[in-house]
């Protein structure tokens, strides 16, 4: 299963017009998509407010990740303040998969931004967080803070926003978006042999442990007939015709 590392804001000092920093909202982002990572399996480091971008990067570049992705709000230059709105989703130029994850934030970002038509992926060589990161990186700046319009959206919306960050790295990691449940235990039950515990919720789909029959799991998620499961610190999809809920 995918591994991302989640990287708000750490720029406590970036005040939103309303009200709040740039670190306080782009914390209750990544707050909110909690429950939807879990649900689907994706697993995360997340850096803490007191870091820096520079040390965000050295965490995540000590790790192997599958994505990094870090969350900010923008701000107008000095004299335009308040003039700008838009999201901006930035990759590095020489990164086809972080490419291709921007353009499936951004193409995803239209559908809850008010203004779809300035929602646009871009290319960069001068943002630390996509060019210095061992991994595919998005950097997301959604909204203007010092934009009473975009401060109110990103404020009001703190949980579709959430919602839809994690169906885009659905999408990018090509596995089916579950909704969030409270998790349950449940227990193996198999007439014979082990339960295969996969990384897609597909017959076909690799091996990521053999479950013995008895065996408790936490189910964190279901699509269809399959159980979004983690067995002793593995995550993937079983079979839920084969786990009993208790």
């Known amino acids: 299963m995918p591994t991302i590392y989640l990287s708000p804001s750490t720029q406590e000092g970036n005040m939103y017009v309303i009200g709040g920093s740039e670190e306080f909202y782009t914390n209750l982002i990544a707050d909110a998509m909690v429950p939807y990572l879990r649900s689907n399996g994706i697993q995360y480091t997340r850096n803490t407010p007191e870091m820096t971008a520079a040390s965000s990067i050295a965490a995540s570049n000590r790790g ?24 901006d989703v930035y990759y590095s130029p020489i990164s086809r998969n972080g490419r291709r994850a921007a353009e499936i934030f951004a193409k995803n970002l239209k559908s809850i931004y008010p203004l779809p038509s300035r929602v646009r992926a871009i290319s960069t060589t001068s943002i630390g967080e996509v060019t210095q990161t061992r991994a595919p990186a998005v950097f997301l700046e959604l909204g203007y803070h ?11 919306n703190i949980e579709s926003i959430a919602r839809n960050l994690v169906l885009s790295l659905t999408e990018y990691f090509g596995i089916p978006f579950v909704e969030p449940m409270t998790p349950m235990r449940g227990v193996v039950s198999l007439t014979s042999g082990t339960l295969n515990l996969r990384a897609r919720p597909n017959l076909n789909a690799r091996i990521i442990a053999r479950i013995p029959n008895g065996s408790s799991l936490t189910v964190v998620g279901q699509w269809q007939d399959w159980y979004v499961v983690n067995y002793m610190g593995n995550v993937g999809y079983v079979a839920s015709r084969y786990v009993n809920i208790i």
């Open 64 to 87: 192997n990740y599958d994505l990094h992705l870090a969350i900010h709000s923008n701000a107008a230059p000095e004299g335009q303040y308040g003039t700008y709105r838009g999201v």
């Open 146 to 156: 010092d934009n009473v319009q975009d401060a109110n959206w990103i404020s009001n």
